[in-house]
């Protein structure tokens, strides 16, 4: 991220957007957006924050700049698309579910990816409090909070052996049915 402190203000490449700050009361703007689109989300005022400033605040130019950025400056549409793990969890150690949830993770993410969590591991999920409210079946109350988790997301990632667990063949069907995209670990 190629960053230089000018006389006139500071010069920051953020990935494809490239913004010059002046203390001239202008920004310049050169994107993939249009920059009028840019423009209606960033104030053409004097910013508030110099080189000066910045050296003597010990943050880097970088850091402030991607702080005073808006999040509003990438289109609303363009949102990160979310993911979700269905992982066979029966008969498994407590570190092989973490560390296939680990690799899974990584992989998603390296994808581009936010993950939705599916596993419930809050005092309001524990056995003692689940039994407490009065839940019967308490594998079906996690399958139908994963079930309500699945509506946040565009993606589920199934890691393999799903197709040996009731849930998680209960939400690859509900993830085609509904045409959320799938990707399986076997494929990867």
């Not at 910013?47 to 130019?61: A, F, H, K, L």
């Not at 005073?68 to 549409?77: A, E, H, Q």
Request: glycine content about 4%.
């Amino acid at each position: 991220m190629p960053i230089c402190g000018t006389e006139t203000g500071i010069v920051v490449d953020i990935s494809y957007c490239r913004l010059h700050l002046t203390t001239r009361n202008s920004v310049n703007l050169d994107t993939q957006h249009s920059q009028s689109y840019i423009r209606k989300y960033v104030k053409t005022k004097e910013p508030p924050y110099t080189e000066p400033y910045v050296r003597w605040c010990g943050r880097s130019v970088d850091k402030i700049i991607i702080y005073l950025l808006p999040d509003c400056i990438f289109r609303k549409d363009e949102k990160m698309k979310k993911a979700m793990l269905s992982q066979p969890m029966a008969g498994k150690t407590e570190e092989e579910i973490v560390a296939t949830r680990k690799k899974a993770i990584q992989i998603l993410k390296e994808k581009g990816y936010e993950i939705v969590n599916t596993l419930f591991t809050d005092e309001w999920y524990s056995r003692k409090n689940m039994e407490q409210r009065g839940v019967v079946q308490i594998p079906l109350c996690f399958l139908a909070k994963s079930l309500e988790n699945m509506s946040l997301c565009h993606v589920v990632y199934f890691c393999k052996g799903w197709e040996n667990a009731r849930g998680c063949r209960i939400e690859h069907e509900a993830a085609k049915a509904y045409g959320l995209e799938v990707i399986y670990e076997e494929e990867i």
